[in-house]
């Protein structure tokens, strides 16, 4: 992402690490959601790219990292259910034990029925039960999720939104 971005250009993103607004919500125990919006080529992307970073240099033991990258013009990065499920498997990816809160039927370890898992009507409501309860897990004081370029989200956009603002936040 970086790369397709034109690569990272740390005096374009650092002075929003020091902004104080920035410095209360990470410190903060009741602020649970930063919400970054403007409009298209103001550099939120590199802004996110930056928080990452940030953030990834700064984790603790307690916590945890996972992002998404929206992308509208690649069919597999631009829906809700993508964006969960890339969230998702971010966090299993560097903290297996969460898969203890996978259903037994989705944390199949056949690799031929891998790729079938978790695709259907049903997908978005099992993604967004299961991965409150990855958040929830006892070993984690904080978890953040970061999603950029949301407004590229095709579908199911609303439901995502939804969830971030009721059940996420």
Same mark, same amino acid.
């Given at each position: 992402? +970086?790369? @397709?971005? &034109?690569? %990272? #250009?740390?005096?374009? !993103?650092?002075?929003?690490?020091? @902004?104080?607004?920035?410095?209360?919500?990470?410190?903060?125990?009741?602020?649970?959601?930063?919400?970054?919006?403007?409009?298209?080529?103001?550099?939120?992307?590199?802004?996110?790219?930056?928080?990452? @970073?940030? %953030?990834?240099?700064?984790?603790? *033991?307690?916590?945890?990292?996972? !992002?998404?990258?929206?992308?509208?013009?690649?069919?597999? #990065?631009?829906? *809700?259910?993508?964006? #969960?499920? &890339? /969230?998702?498997?971010? /966090?299993?990816?560097?903290?297996?034990?969460?898969?203890?809160?996978?259903?037994?039927? !989705?944390?199949?370890?056949?690799?031929?029925? &891998?790729?079938?898992? %978790?695709?259907?009507?049903?997908?978005?409501?099992?993604?967004?039960?299961? /991965?409150?309860?990855?958040?929830?897990?006892?070993?984690? +004081?904080?978890? !953040?999720?970061?999603?950029? +370029?949301? @407004?590229?989200?095709?579908?199911?956009?609303?439901?995502?939104? +939804?969830?971030?603002?009721?059940?996420?936040?």
């Amino acid at each position: 992402m +970086e790369q @397709d971005k &034109g690569g %990272l #250009l740390k005096h374009c !993103y650092a002075w929003i690490l020091n @902004d104080p607004q920035l410095r209360s919500w990470q410190n903060s125990k009741g602020a649970r959601l930063l919400w970054i919006k403007g409009d298209p080529g103001k550099g939120k992307t590199m802004l996110m790219i930056g928080l990452v @970073d940030m %953030l990834t240099n700064q984790l603790k *033991g307690s916590s945890a990292l996972s !992002y998404f990258f929206c992308q509208n013009t690649v069919p597999h #990065l631009n829906n *809700g259910v993508s964006v #969960l499920r &890339g /969230l998702i498997w971010k /966090l299993l990816w560097n903290h297996p034990t969460l898969r203890k809160h996978m259903p037994d039927e !989705y944390s199949c370890k056949s690799k031929d029925r &891998g790729k079938e898992i %978790l695709k259907g009507s049903n997908t978005f409501s099992i993604l967004k039960t299961m /991965l409150p309860a990855m958040l929830r897990d006892s070993r984690f +004081e904080t978890v !953040y999720l970061l999603v950029d +370029e949301l @407004d590229e989200c095709d579908s199911d956009s609303n439901r995502l939104i +939804e969830w971030i603002a009721k059940d996420a936040s």
